[in-house]
């Protein structure tokens, strides 16, 4: 039997290890495994306690079965969201779910305006065309954020933080939020419907959970409410966005712009080379092939900050359990 501190790490790129050795706690071991779990693999966790898991890692209920049955107790997730996670199945199992909740916002904040920058100059072609020797301005150019309206979907942390930065560009920014509405009024921002947000924004920014309320959010409907020529970006989750529809939206140029950290089928594609293969995903292949479109591989929250947060509230969370304390980081089904 595997000592019960023996924890089982999924989807373990190098990074991740270095980072989880350099804030392990000694009566903590560590086992690494490189690719993601799945229905196929999940009997490798058999007598591990405890594991972790990150965002492209199947948790549905017949691999939550497997490790049940396995002895698996505890789930601590190195990622914000838990959308991959049966917590219905979970519950009924007795596996206890922990997350990181706010590994760090401004990293995606940061990178969410990055996108937004590089698509309204054109950074990408432009690049490519002065390591050619090309200098032509032609087809490059671009639009001044200054006086334009961002509408936000979703005002937490990250979505308030894109929206303070903007306000620095000289934007209006408009946030749509159920829940943080009267927060966002009280740091100034205006407070609308998603329908407003579709209706009068310049710039779309999705920062919101996916569930089962807002999967395809974005899809051809709301896509008809936005105005023409509109820059849509999503940093939050890839199920937000209806891809084909967007996607026939860019090809009528209504969509004027697009920048995705995620992709609702990035499960068999993010975090892993396939630059040897031919890539299977033909919606996938042709939105790459837009000039107008920019996309990055899940990379939003990957910066040294984040990854050191990581790394300490996943040690935190397995020494809670174990020691019987309170769970900061309880994932509960709503």
């Not at 560009?169 to 009280?186: M, Q, R, T, W, Y």
């Not at 000039?291 to 900050?305: E, I, R, W």
């Amino acid at each position: 039997m595997i000592d019960k501190m023996a924890v089982a790490v999924f989807s373990a790129k190098p990074y991740d290890q270095v980072f989880l050795k350099s804030e392990s706690d000694e009566r903590i071991h560590f086992h690494y495994f490189d690719f993601s779990l799945k229905i196929e693999n999940a009997t490798i966790a058999n007598n591990f306690l405890v594991i972790s898991a990150f965002v492209n890692d199947d948790l549905g209920r017949d691999v939550l079965n497997i490790l049940a049955n396995g002895g698996t107790k505890l789930i601590t997730l190195r990622s914000a969201g838990y959308n991959h996670v049966d917590l219905q199945a979970a519950q009924e199992l007795g596996i206890t779910i922990v997350n990181v909740p706010a590994y760090s916002p401004y990293a995606v904040a940061e990178h969410t305006i990055a996108l937004m920058l590089a698509l309204s100059r054109n950074l990408p072609r432009a690049y490519n065309r002065v390591r050619d020797g090309n200098f032509s301005l032609n087809g490059l150019l671009g639009f001044d954020f200054f006086g334009k309206v961002v509408g936000i979907i979703g005002g937490g942390k990250i979505g308030r933080l894109v929206g303070e930065r903007l306000r620095a560009f000289g934007c209006h920014v408009l946030i749509a939020d159920p829940i943080n509405g009267e927060l966002c009024k009280s740091e100034g921002f205006e407070v609308v419907d998603n329908e407003q947000v579709f209706k009068r924004s310049d710039i779309i920014s999705l920062h919101c959970p996916l569930v089962c309320q807002t999967r395809h959010l974005i899809n051809d409907d709301t896509i008809a409410k936005m105005k023409e020529g509109v820059m849509l970006i999503n940093t939050s989750r890839g199920g937000l966005i209806d891809t084909r529809a967007v996607l026939t939206a860019l090809k009528a140029h209504h969509i004027g712009y697009l920048g995705i950290d995620v992709y609702e089928e990035e499960d068999s594609l993010f975090f892993e080379d396939h630059s040897s293969e031919i890539i299977q995903d033909d919606v996938f292949q042709r939105l790459i092939t837009l000039p107008n479109v920019m996309v990055t591989g899940h990379q939003a929250y990957f910066t040294k900050d984040a990854l050191e947060h990581i790394a300490r509230s996943t040690v935190s969370n397995i020494i809670s359990f174990v020691d019987n304390k309170p769970l900061d980081n309880l994932v509960k089904k709503a």
